[in-house]
């Protein structure tokens, strides 16, 4: 059985610079994948990840799973050996934020509850 060859991967962050590309084992986790991003993230760009669940990766399409490996994320259709798989990082608000958003919705439920609505067909 031939063994695998590395797979090149690049991440594509939400303004369009790119961390890497880099040569990836294709037994990596995803998990793997997004720790390698969080510790070579620029320092220059603002909403920084902190943890492995602030990233989500999409490659072609598909979120990937962190229990993922490499080979299993890859999409065969239109690869080219040796060509470089782009995969787009999506980093996710900071808990303060979405806790601010819960919140006023809550409240929005809240004043909604002593209402009465009739309509008349």
């Not at 993230?41 to 492995?52: G, I, L, Q």
């Not at 819960?102 to 909604?112: I, L, Q, V």
Request: aromatic share 4%.
């Amino acid at each position: 059985m031939a063994e695998e060859e590395a797979i090149e991967v690049r991440f594509r962050l939400f303004d369009g610079t790119d961390i890497g590309p880099d040569k990836y084992d294709p037994s990596t986790t995803v998990t793997s994948l997004k720790e390698t991003i969080i510790a070579r993230w620029p320092e220059d760009k603002a909403n920084a990840p902190t943890k492995v669940e602030d990233l989500k990766l999409i490659n072609a399409g598909r979120i990937l799973e962190n229990k993922w490996t490499l080979s299993e994320s890859r999409v065969p259709v239109g690869d080219l050996p040796g060509s470089i798989i782009t995969m787009h990082v999506v980093v996710r608000p900071p808990s303060s934020v979405k806790r601010s958003v819960s919140a006023d919705k809550e409240k929005e439920n809240a004043s909604r509850q002593g209402r009465c609505v009739c309509t008349i067909l």
